[in-house]
């Protein structure tokens, strides 16, 4: 990039937040070195609502990516960046369709399941109601993503090669194995999952395998 010299791009994120997980695996999958600046979403009520934090992300939320001089919040603007950016091992198919495909899928899972069991929904829907909650609305959004992958999953979500849909795909699955949710309706989804959870990429970039992940839950 010109004379600027390249700062290593550093990524807010939290190792059990779906959301940094997604970022992560797509920075993995395109051989982006980067830094992790490991952001709290529990300590003291949340690090992410600290005066400083919330100057690099309103949102108070992970993840947040410094990269090229910017400063870039919600995790799949992000992605498409470093797809704009870094077109080295693609992340979206050439052909159109696919690409709507894949877009689909990101958006069932990034706006209409994984918001709805965010850290900041269960802590307001209460702790004797949270459980029942996140499994209700990850299985109605799992119900719409198997069928739409009925139509467009090869090896992988859309077609044989990796997408941004699989990014999305493997840390809501971890999220719907936390809430106890019964995975034995969806075969193409546990199929994709058995098939990317040996994958380097996607390993580098799980929570046990995180910096801030607790010792107790490190693998
Ligand atoms: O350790 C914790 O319990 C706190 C937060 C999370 O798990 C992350 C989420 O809010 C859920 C998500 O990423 O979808």
Request: proline share 7%; with cysteine; charged share 25%.
């Amino acid at each position: 990039m010109g004379d600027t010299i390249e700062e290593k791009p550093v990524l807010y994120s939290y190792w059990r937040s779906s959301c940094s997980w997604r970022v992560r695996i797509a920075l993995n999958l395109k051989e982006i070195p980067y830094d992790i600046k490991a952001v709290s979403l529990i300590k003291g009520g949340g690090e992410q609502h600290c005066n400083e934090y919330r100057e690099v992300n309103p949102m108070e939320q992970v993840p947040s990516l410094i990269i090229d001089g910017h400063t870039l919040v919600e995790s799949l603007s992000i992605m498409h960046y470093l797809e704009e950016t870094r077109p080295q091992r693609p992340l979206m198919p050439e052909d159109c369709y696919k690409r709507a495909k894949v877009r689909e899928i990101c958006e069932v899972i990034s706006s209409g399941i994984q918001p709805l069991q965010n850290l900041i929904v269960l802590i307001y829907v209460g702790e004797d109601k949270k459980k029942e909650w996140a499994q209700h609305w990850i299985m109605r959004g799992f119900r719409a993503v198997e069928k739409l992958l009925s139509a467009c999953a090869g090896k992988y979500c859309v077609g044989d090669e990796i997408t941004l849909a699989d990014c999305c795909l493997v840390p809501q699955v971890f999220n719907a194995r936390r809430f106890h949710v019964d995975l034995r309706p969806f075969p193409i989804i546990l199929r994709i999952d058995r098939e990317l959870e040996n994958h380097p990429a996607f390993r580098a970039a799980h929570p046990s395998s995180q910096p801030d992940c607790p010792p107790e839950a490190a693998k």
